[in-house]
């Protein structure tokens, strides 16, 4: 929730030519989602991720072809949400006059999600807002992410504050503090390291990696808590950074229980940090 608004938010993965999802596919089924639901729509687009492409039989490709594709797609939906005839030609992806006939009164947002400098410096250039997640080393976001951003929208000569800045708050709380570490369990694979997962499309092997790890590293990209005080202290951290949109990503089965417990004891004192939520 982000200034007191719901948001129905759907997010896409752009990386292969014609063999996964054309940019112009992506563009005219976002267009189509916002006339039904205005003003509940976000795109969020990123360079994907290996183990959703190569089951597929689709060859997976190196970083630079990643972020070249997804620079080539986002500059593709934007002209065909905003340009009547576009017949574009790119390196990977081209259309041939085409047309988005059924757009929204409001062009439906683009967020760019990023891990480094260089889609962080895509989205300040020319998102309308910027994705990370939670629980990685405070530097990542002090003196890589959130710079690199703000260098995007001063090339562009935007401000940085014109963008939504959203971020996964990955988030374990339970009055039973173990609970709450067991839980983290589920979403083990996030605590493995780049090297540890890099180049692995299988995800039974991703899952017998994740299950190899003691219980204190899967916790380690989340914020654990049995303290309502204490969690909301952690999530001020990110406040502090300037992210305003606020995605909570909880690792239990029972997310009902979640969903009532965390709307019971964290967001009211979320929301009393923040008087804007």
Known sequence: MAGGVARLSFAAILCRHRLRYHPAVVAQAFATLGCLFPDRVLLGVGTGESMNEVPLGIAWPDQKERFARLKEAVELIQRLWHEERVTFAGTYYSTNNATIYDRPAQPVPLYIAASGPAAARLAGRVADGFICTSGKAPELYTETLLPAV??????AGRSASALDMMIEMKVSFDNDRSRAMEDTRHWAALALSPEEKTGVDDPLEMERRA???SAERSASRWIVSSDAGEHVAAIQRYLDLGFRHLVFHA?????ERF???YAEEILPGVRAAIPTY
């Open 259 to 261: 969903l009532r417990t």
């Open 251 to 255: 690792p239990g089965m029972d997310q």
């Open 150 to 155: 703000a260098e995007g929208a001063e090339r």
């Open 211 to 213: 299950d190899a790890l």
